[in-house]
């Protein structure tokens, strides 16, 4: 088993965002109003996934929104519990999300571990499906190119061999 840390950009480019609307230039406090230490929470701004517990406290302490915080998936920010609101346009995926909201808040360290590794497999498949699209596009992309130059290459050689053959005739 590898002890090398899992990491992932977008999740520290959205906690840097917090923290310059929460708290702006101090990581500290914003760490500290979470319950986090600073050397920990640095971490997490430069990458590292925080576990599915300080993802819980983020989005309780400070009205965010786990589906924005995990995915980048608007909007950024809930209204407070007993509020009306929607945590996604989608019922389903709002009732999923408010589900996700309990188990982080549970204080079930099972429940939160499972629901963790789950949250963070399935956004490695995403990212890994979506390099793999890409890398399909640029495939693409190369084929038709290669043809392109197939065909001028076959174009050359024709010429070629017609200026040949005017040189021989002459």
Not at 149 to 158: A, M, P, S, T
Not at 160 to 167: G, L, R
């Given at each position: ?21 929460i ?15 600073s050397?920990?929470f ?32 608007e ?7 007993g ?16 589900g ?12 939160f ?29 190369i ?5 392109k ?10 010429e ?8 021989k005739?002459?």
């Open positions: 088993m590898s002890t090398k840390k899992q990491t992932y950009v977008g999740i520290s480019e959205r906690l840097n965002q917090l923290v310059d609307e708290s702006p230039g101090s990581a500290k406090k914003f760490a500290t109003s979470v319950g986090v230490g050397v920990t640095y971490n997490y701004l430069k990458g590292r996934i925080p576990p599915a517990d300080v993802l819980g406290n983020i989005c309780e302490k400070h009205n965010v929104n786990l589906n924005w915080l995990v995915l980048g998936i909007p950024k920010y809930i209204t407070p519990q509020e009306a609101h929607a945590l996604d346009p989608d019922p389903e995926i709002a009732g999923l999300m408010e996700a909201r309990r188990v982080l808040t549970s204080g079930n360290p099972i429940a571990d499972a629901l963790e590794r789950n949250i963070r497999y399935f956004d490695h498949a995403i990212n890994a499906e979506k390099q793999l699209n890409e890398m399909k596009d640029d495939m693409e992309f084929k038709k190119e290669f043809a130059l197939k065909i001028e290459n076959q174009r050359l050689d024709e070629e061999e017609a200026q040949s053959s005017d040189e005739a002459a």
